[in-house]
C-alpha cells in the first residue's frame, strides 16, 4: 500500500510539471514567467503552497520533506545546486528518488523562476546566501559561516620531515557567526641523532562573523580572530612558546563563469613570550569546474601569501601556492584539496611543503552519506 501511495504521488507531482509546462507555453518570449504560479503547479502537491511540506496524510509517503521557510535550511546551498537537483532528480545528490526529475518537464529559465519564488519563504536576510560558500583555499580563511570539520595536512621537505595534522572544529551560530577550534598534533625529525618526536602543538579558538553580504553585487566580508595558547612544546618545535592574538578580515567577490577572489588580512599580536608581530595578507583566485553538467566539481586555486615582521626593515615573505580541490562523493559535502606551498621571496632556511585537507560539511549529512 505504502508503494501504491508513493508511485501515486510521484504521478501526481510529475502530472502537475506537465500542467505547468503547458500552462506557460503560450507566454511569449522574453516574458517574466511567474514564479510562484510555476511553484504551486509543479511542487506543491508534496512541498505546500507555504513551502512547509504538506502532510503525511496528504503526501501518502513518511519520507520528510524540508522546510523551505527554515532559513538555516534554505539559506546554504547556491541556485545551482537546487536547480541540479529539481532538473535531475534527487539522486543526482544522493537524495530519494522519490524527488523526481523535472528537466523534461519545466525549461531551465523556468527552473530558476520557481527558485526565485522558493527563495521567498525564508523572510530573515541576515543568511547570507551559499553562493558566497565557494571553495576554500588551503590557508585564506572563508568569509562565509561553516558547519564543518577540517583535517589539515602539512608535510615538510626540508631536515625535520616535519608531519603535522590539524582538526579543525568549525560550528556555526546563528545568521552569521560561527566558532572554530584547532587542536593540531605531528611528528617532527630530532636533528643530529636521527631520532624523531611526536607531540602537540598550540591550541586555537576563534570566532568569525559575517559582517556584510550582497548578493547583486556579488561580495560579503566578515570579520573575526583568533587566541593562540601556547601549548605546544616550543624545544621539540611543535609551538610558539607565546599566546597570540589574530584578528583578521575576510573578503570574497564572486566573479562571472564560477571564479571567485577570496581575500584576508590579519594582524598577529604576542600577548606574551618573544614572537614578534606579524602582519599578513593572504589572496586565492579560482574556478569551478564540473564534469558534464551535474557532475564532480573540481576547482583549481592559486593562493598568493604575504608577510612581514612589524618592525623597521623587516623583508617580506612570499609564497605561492597553486592547488585544486575535488568532491569526493555524489553530494559534494566532503572534499579534498591538494597543492604546494612554494617560497618565492625571503626564502632563506625555507623549502616547499605539501598541503593538503580533508573537509566534511556535517551539516548536509553524515560522512558515509551521500556517495
Not at 513518511?62 to 539559506?75: I, K, Q, R, Y
Not at 605546544?232 to 573578503?251: A, M
Request: glycine share 10%; with cysteine; hydrophobic share 40%.
Amino acid at each position: 500500500m505504502q508503494t501504491h501511495y508513493k508511485c501515486l504521488t510521484a504521478l501526481l507531482c510529475l502530472s502537475g510539471l506537465f500542467l505547468a509546462r503547458t500552462a506557460f507555453a503560450d507566454q511569449v518570449d522574453g516574458a517574466k514567467l511567474d514564479g510562484a504560479k510555476l511553484y504551486e503547479q509543479a511542487c506543491a502537491a508534496c512541498h505546500g503552497s507555504d513551502g512547509r511540506g504538506r502532510p503525511v496524510e496528504d503526501r501518502g509517503f513518511e519520507l520528510e520533506l524540508p522546510d523551505f521557510t527554515d532559513c538555516e535550511f534554505a539559506s546554504r546551498e547556491p541556485d545551482p545546486d537546487w536547480h541540479a537537483v529539481i532538473h535531475e532528480g534527487g539522486p543526482v545528490r544522493a537524495f530519494d528518488r522519490m524527488m523526481p526529475a523535472f528537466g523534461d518537464a519545466l525549461t531551465d529559465e523556468e527552473i530558476y523562476a520557481i527558485l526565485g519564488h522558493v527563495r521567498t519563504f525564508c523572510t530573515n536576510k541576515n543568511w547570507p546566501r551559499g553562493e558566497f560558500n565557494v571553495p576554500k583555499p588551503l590557508f585564506t580563511e572563508k568569509a562565509f559561516p561553516e558547519d564543518e570539520t577540517v583535517f589539515n595536512l602539512r608535510v615538510d621537505t626540508d631536515d625535520s620531515k616535519a608531519v603535522i595534522i590539524e582538526p579543525v572544529y568549525e560550528k556555526r551560530f546563528g545568521p552569521r557567526g560561527m566558532i572554530e577550534l584547532k587542536a593540531p598534533f605531528g611528528r617532527r625529525q630530532t636533528p643530529g641523532d636521527g631520532g624523531a618526536k611526536i607531540g602537540f602543538g598550540d591550541l586555537t579558538a576563534g570566532y568569525r562573523y559575517a559582517l556584510y553580504h550582497n548578493l547583486d553585487r556579488g561580495n560579503a566580508f566578515s570579520i573575526g580572530g583568533e587566541v593562540v595558547l601556547p601549548t605546544g612544546d616550543e624545544d621539540d618545535g611543535f609551538g610558539s612558546g607565546s599566546t597570540k592574538l589574530e584578528p583578521h578580515v575576510s573578503f570574497v567577490q564572486l566573479l562571472p563563469g564560477d571564479a571567485f577572489i577570496q581575500s584576508q588580512v590579519q594582524v598577529d599580536f604576542a600577548v606574551t613570550g618573544s614572537v614578534q608581530d606579524k602582519g599578513i595578507v593572504r589572496t586565492a583566485i579560482g574556478r569551478t569546474l564540473t564534469e558534464g553538467e551535474f557532475g564532480r566539481a573540481w576547482s583549481p586555486m592559486v593562493e598568493v601569501l604575504a608577510s612581514r615582521l612589524l618592525v623597521s626593515g623587516a623583508d617580506v615573505t612570499l609564497d605561492l601556492v597553486p592547488q585544486i580541490q575535488v568532491s569526493l562523493n555524489t553530494r559534494q559535502h566532503v572534499l579534498l584539496n591538494v597543492g604546494v606551498r612554494v617560497p618565492v621571496a625571503n626564502r632563506q632556511g625555507r623549502k616547499s611543503q605539501i598541503v593538503m585537507y580533508l573537509l566534511w560539511d556535517w551539516f548536509d549529512g553524515g560522512f558515509r552519506d551521500g556517495w
